[in-house]
C-alpha cells in the first residue's frame, strides 16, 4: 500500500492512544497520509506504518482528534545517515582504511617464482630486481 520508497525515505512504526480511531483513519484518508500494518494492541491503542515525510500531518490529526501518539520504531536509510552524521570520527575511520587498504594492495609483498626448470632462481631475482621490481615496491 503506499510502501514503494519507503527504505530511502523513512519508515516510522507509530503507536496511537485515541478514543476516536475512526475519525482519525478517516482524517488521514482524506489528507493522502497512506498507513499500513494497523494492529489493535487493546481498546484504545493501535499501531502502524507511515512514511517519514508524513510523520508532521498525522501529528496535526492526532491535534484535532484529541490522540496521544508516540514513536514506536524508525527504520530507512533517511535515519541511518542522520545517525552517521553524528559519528564523523567512525565515519573517518572508515574512509582512511579504505584509503590503507587500497594503498597496501598496491605494494608486491612476496615474489614467489614457480614451474622454472632452466633457468636458475637467482638469475631471475637478479632480472627482476635489475628491472625495479622487488618486495617493497608500487606495483605499476
Do not use: C, P
Not at 533517511?78 to 565515519?91: D, G, H, P, S, T
Not at 617464482?113 to 622487488?134: D, F, P, Q
Amino acid at each position: 500500500m503506499g510502501r514503494g520508497n519507503s527504505f530511502i525515505e523513512g519508515l516510522i512504526k507509530v503507536e496511537i492512544k485515541t478514543f476516536n480511531l475512526e475519525k482519525f483513519l478517516n482524517l488521514t484518508y482524506k489528507n493522502g497520509i497512506k498507513i499500513w500494518d494497523i494492529k489493535k494492541s487493546d481498546f484504545i491503542t493501535t499501531e502502524f506504518n507511515i512514511l517519514a515525510r508524513d510523520y508532521r500531518k498525522i501529528k496535526k490529526i492526532a491535534k484535532i482528534t484529541n490522540s496521544k501518539i508516540k514513536i514506536k520504531q524508525k527504520r530507512g536509510l533517511a535515519f541511518q545517515i542522520y545517525k552517521l552524521n553524528n559519528r564523523k570520527i567512525f565515519i573517518f575511520g572508515i574512509i582512511l582504511f579504505i584509503i590503507t587498504l587500497y594503498y597496501l594492495s598496491n605494494i608486491i609483498w612476496q615474489i614467489d617464482i614457480k614451474g622454472n626448470k632452466t633457468i636458475s632462481r637467482e638469475k631471475i631475482l637478479n632480472s627482476l630486481y635489475k628491472n625495479g621490481i622487488k618486495i617493497g615496491t608500487k606495483k605499476k
